[in-house]
């Protein structure tokens, strides 16, 4: 087992990969920007090193700094978290030739998974159900016509170095295809250095559901059951919950074998992510993340497992010390994300100091979070301030324990997405289960700002 960890990131993330190496008896090393000198993650480390100024590019994004910092205190391992450098093949390389171990999954498995048009393919080959689309990129307009043409509209036109909702357009006929397929291509060759786009059928109102897998490195993989994360908006999830009021249990089985056969498809290592999109009782192969996610913490309450020590034991070569008929789903667990940002607003960011703070507690509730009364909140950074997490024994009561959590929480007094989580719990479509990908927008308009 490791002894010395260096975490590659900031804020909730890292005081949570913090924990779980006091709890493994590992020494951890923060690394920290000149605006984050007065942040909890850098005082509850065992030791910190400040990498740059407060832009991303010059401290969480500076390879040659963490990479400095890591060689300095001597750490045997870097787990990047979430974001930053999680997902980056080329520092995942870089780790390895410096005998560092990169706690996350192989360069190769980031690569392939980034290429979205060969992950599907990939998952295609090994029996997994894909969008219909293309079998390959569109080169010419006349490929993205045909295509269509074949597959039937609405489509929807994607980036294959895309993802997470960036490069997408989606074409109801012929002549809006034309404009939307070369506007992706250049869109995509701007956004990502690869112009790459392929076509699929546009999928009117479904939801994302994803599972959560682990894989060691003698060939064991397990998942831990789905999460919902239908109510996003912009392509920024809002509200994650475990089970899905969508699955019944031949669906919820059926996918799960799928996540698990992704996975050895791909000969992957550590914790991921399987992106699905269910449309009925139909799920399709969407995307894989190749990281731990922030809705993590989700799953970690319905299956009691404590999913950044299993990573951190998986990266060091241990083998998974349980089997997919050890985890268990039990009760019901919701995230909503706090975030410094102004939902009368258009969810403007909203920085600035905390000056009263009270944080939800009592039965049933977790907050991940770095905030502190006091705390100046950087506009540097992503704006998601904390991470709260409701469990109960079914949706309903987890439903009233996060409204009271809720009412508890006060951020003040800068403006945040609580009051926003408050309305969502009680529509009476969210608390039916009856909702799509399009909930937000349909229940929550974008307003116009003031003078527009
Ligand atoms: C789709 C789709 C409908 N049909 N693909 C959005 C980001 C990226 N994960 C892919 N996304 C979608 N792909 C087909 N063929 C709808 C979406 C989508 C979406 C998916 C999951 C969660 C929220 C979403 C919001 C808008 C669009």
Request: charged fraction near 30%; include cysteine.
């Amino acid at each position: 087992m490791f002894s010395r960890i260096l975490i590659a990131n900031r804020g909730e993330i890292a005081l949570r990969i913090i924990r779980a190496c006091r709890e493994l008896g590992i020494k951890s090393v923060a690394v920290y920007s000149e605006a984050d000198a007065n942040s909890i993650h850098v005082r509850l480390a065992d030791e910190a090193v400040c990498i740059g100024r407060a832009m991303p590019a010059s401290s969480y994004l500076n390879i040659p700094a963490i990479i400095s910092a890591a060689e300095i205190t001597d750490v045997e391992a870097i787990h990047p978290g979430y974001g930053f450098l999680a997902e980056n093949a080329h520092f995942a390389e870089i780790c390895e030739s410096c005998q560092i171990k990169f706690i996350g999954p192989m360069p190769e498995n980031m690569r392939l998974m980034g290429n979205k048009m060969a992950a599907k393919e990939t998952m295609k080959k090994a029996g997994i159900p894909v969008i219909p689309g293309s079998d390959s990129v569109l080169k010419t307009k006349e490929d993205a016509l045909k295509e269509s043409k074949k597959i039937g509209y609405p489509v929807i036109i994607k980036a294959s170095a895309g993802g997470g909702g960036r490069g997408i357009r989606i074409c109801h006929n012929d002549v809006r295809l034309i404009g939307a397929f070369l506007t992706a291509r250049s869109e995509a060759e701007a956004a990502f250095g690869n112009p790459d786009v392929y076509v699929e059928k546009y999928i009117e109102a479904p939801r994302h559901i994803e599972f959560q897998i682990l894989a060691d490195e003698k060939g064991n993989v397990v998942h831990f059951g789905e999460r919902d994360c239908t109510i996003q908006r912009r392509h920024q999830k809002l509200i994650e919950e475990a089970p899905s009021v969508f699955l019944n249990e031949k669906v919820r089985k059926k996918m799960g074998e799928f996540a698990v056969r992704g996975a050895r498809a791909v000969d992957y290592r550590g914790a991921g992510t399987i992106e699905f999109l269910l449309d009925g009782d139909d799920f399709y192969f969407m995307e894989m993340n190749t990281r731990i996610q922030v809705e993590h913490p989700v799953t970690e309450m319905v299956t009691g497992i404590d999913l950044i020590k299993e990573q951190i034991k998986a990266a060091a070569g241990q083998k998974l010390s349980f089997g997919q008929e050890d985890i268990k789903i039990k009760g019901c667990a919701m995230e909503c994300r706090i975030n410094a940002e102004d939902p009368e607003q258009d969810f403007c960011p909203s920085p600035g100091r905390i000056e009263a703070l009270n944080i939800p507690g009592g039965p049933g509730i977790r907050v991940d979070s770095h905030v502190y009364a006091g705390y100046v909140i950087p506009p540097f950074y992503d704006s998601m301030i904390a991470k709260l997490i409701a469990y109960g024994r079914d949706r309903d009561e987890t439903i009233k324990i996060m409204r009271r959590a809720l009412d508890e929480f006060l951020i003040e007094p800068i403006k945040t997405t609580v009051d926003f989580h408050k309305k969502v719990l009680i529509n009476p479509d969210f608390q039916k289960g009856n909702f799509s990908t399009h909930f937000v927008e349909k229940f929550f308009p974008q307003r116009k700002k003031e003078g527009r």
